[in-house]
């Protein structure tokens, strides 16, 4: 099994920034992509940006130029370098995965989440 853990999330400031963290573990022997979701009271989680392990990126238009996604694929930690906050970026924030162990196929998995609340 693979576990993935956030961290780094908080209240904040309008305009100010949060760094999260995802740190995957278990008997991992590749994870290809990797990527941040997000849900707020009332909606649908929805995709925020993610990751290949060959680097290669994408974001949703309502965080471009703000947010950065990044991995490290030895330590298998993903990061997202989240600036200028805006009220509506308030959600709980997960962490996705494609990984694949020593014992299974390659599988999704999904961190518990972590809090991003930005007051106005």
């Known amino acids: 099994q693979v576990q993935l853990v956030e961290s780094g999330g908080g209240l904040v400031q309008a305009g100010e920034s949060l760094r999260l963290s995802c740190a995957a573990s278990?008997?991992?022997?590749?994870?290809?992509?990797m990527a941040w979701y997000r849900q707020a009271p009332g909606n649908q989680r929805e995709l925020v940006a993610d990751?290949?392990?060959?680097?290669?990126?994408e974001y949703a238009d309502f965080v471009k130029g703000r947010f950065t996604i990044s991995r490290d694929n030895v330590k298998n930690i993903l990061v997202l370098q989240m600036n200028t906050l805006q009220p509506e970026d308030t959600a709980v924030y997960y962490c996705?995965?494609?990984?694949?162990?020593?014992?299974?196929?390659?599988?999704?998995?999904w961190g518990q989440g972590t809090q991003v609340t930005v007051s106005s």
């Open positions: 278990g008997n991992i022997v590749s994870i290809d992509r």
């Open positions: 990751i290949i392990s060959g680097g290669r990126t």
């Open positions: 996705n995965a494609d990984a694949r162990t020593r014992s299974t196929g390659t599988t999704n998995y």
